[in-house]
């Protein structure tokens, strides 16, 4: 609305009042005679939505509001005039809001006003109007529904978690609704959700998946769903695999996922079961290397000793994407015992496996395995070589130039093996090296500080959290969470960081390129959270 016309209205009821006192935009009478003036319900939005934006709103436009959204009959400036007690977000509006809301009301006005009066009520953030935002869960607008999920959500309302979890099995439901209510069953962390969650896990409906859902969800309510998921990881849940074999969902495809949610939570119970699964058998290799892998990078995440020796006698493993998973895990584990199978694997396979190896070497060694680097670089020409003959892949036409190109990427580690060796164990050596480190470097000195469990570090670590190589950033946030656990180490994490840490998840949501690295990102802001 144009200011001109305000001024006229204004000018108009002043003229039929008999003149006007007050004219003052930062009082509430200014803005109440404007409305008077405007007799169309499009102008009367306008005025309202002005008055928003003018900065003069503050607690004493509370009574002109309450009275306007009581006595207001056209639902699209009621929808306006409730936005505007959101933004005052204070506890007096509850009861007037709430007395606006419609759970049946079936025309897309009255729809309207109640998404509005939700997401008032939303900012308020007043667990009193939970009775009545629960009926809005049943709305026949689907826009309601979602803000009314998120709303609860956020109150962490346990009279919702039953309508919640009843919505986020619904089959008739919107799959994005069933998410929503996956979403805010984890919110809320009722172990009551737990059975649910562990169903929709797995779910699949119109080719959608709700395990990033579901398995955020089971990580916000922590110990009872690792109590639920310890049995499924060993296949000892007869109830769900039977509920699991009539949905037609893989039998192992629970172990696996369990795995994941059980390594997000460290949960300790699990290792034994977890060092089993690395030796899982399945006719399908695709199932039997996904069923390792998850393992694997369970036992790395939870630093699991015991998983060195098994995991060395798989690096071997032809293929480069699962020779990964089995190089990460150690390399997040540490120590030097490891290093003979790597300079072994380092040795065999195609280059991208190859190269997985050396990278593992250049994690885990020190100046002594720098004879070993060079080594591996003297032999990769012939390698290439014999590679190009083999596959003729990319870059053959030159395979002397793409032998050298490769050896001389293998010798360039050497500068992470001499970091090794001046740092030796020393936090603040590797702290320095931060700033600077490329991608490999950067590893290795957040793996170095993570398990030396340097909390007055954590800070400097937690500034390159938004890497933008992902593999480097998995890392720097695997060691954070490493040093979050240290005394102390959380709440200095918190105090520090937490804020430059939701800036950078909302600045990067829809980001492809770091939805799932984001996703170890969103489970450390919640332990700093909750620190």
Known sequence: MSRSFVALSLAVSCLALGGCKKEDPKTPEYWQS???????????VRVIESMRTSGNVNEQFLPF??????????PEVKAAVARALGDLHHP??????????????SDVPAQQVNKAVVGALGRIGDERAVPSLVPLLRSKDNYTRIEAIQVLGALKAKPAVEPLIQLATDESAEPFLNKKAIEALG????????????RTLTKERRGMSFYVESSFALFQLGAPAADALLPVLDGKDAELLTWAKAQGVNPASYPMKAAQVLGDLREKRAVPSLLKQLSFTHSDPQIQAL????????????????AVKPLSGLVGEPDPTVRDAYVRALTLLGGRDALPAL???????????REIAVKGIALLGDAREQPVLAKLAAAEPARTAADCKETGEEGCEDAAALGKKRADQVQGHAAVLE??????????????????????????????????????????????????????????????DWLADAPGG??????????????????????????????????????????
């Open 187 to 198: 919110q809320i962390g009722d172990p009551r959700a737990v059975p649910a969650l562990m």
């Open 92 to 105: 007096t509006s509850l009861e007037p809001l709430t007395a606006a809301l419609d759970p049946g009301a």
């Open 65 to 74: 509001l309450h009275a306007r959204l009581s006595s207001e009959r056209k």
């Open 490 to 531: 959380a709440k200095k994490l918190r105090d520090a960081s937490l804020p430059a840490l939701k800036k950078q998840l909302e600045d990067e949501k829809g980001n492809s390129n770091f939805v799932r690295v984001n996703e170890d990102l969103r489970r450390l802001m919640v332990k700093l959270e909750r620190a």
């Open 291 to 306: 069923v390792r892998m998850q393992a694997a990078d369970a036992l790395g995440r939870m630093r699991a000793p015991e």
């Open 419 to 480: 970091a090794a060796q001046a740092c030796n164990g020393d936090a603040a050596c590797w702290s320095q090296r931060l700033p600077k480190a490329n991608a490999v470097l950067l590893q290795r000195a957040a793996l170095e500080l993570g398990r030396l469990g340097a909390a007055d570090q954590g800070p400097t670590l937690a500034a390159r959290l938004a890497e933008r190589d992902t593999e480097a950033r998995a890392t720097v946030i695997q060691a954070v």
């Open 34 to 44: 404007s409305l008077e003036g405007a007799k169309r319900p499009d102008d009367r």
């Open 343 to 353: 300079e072994k694997a380092a040795g065999s396979g195609d280059w991208y496996a």
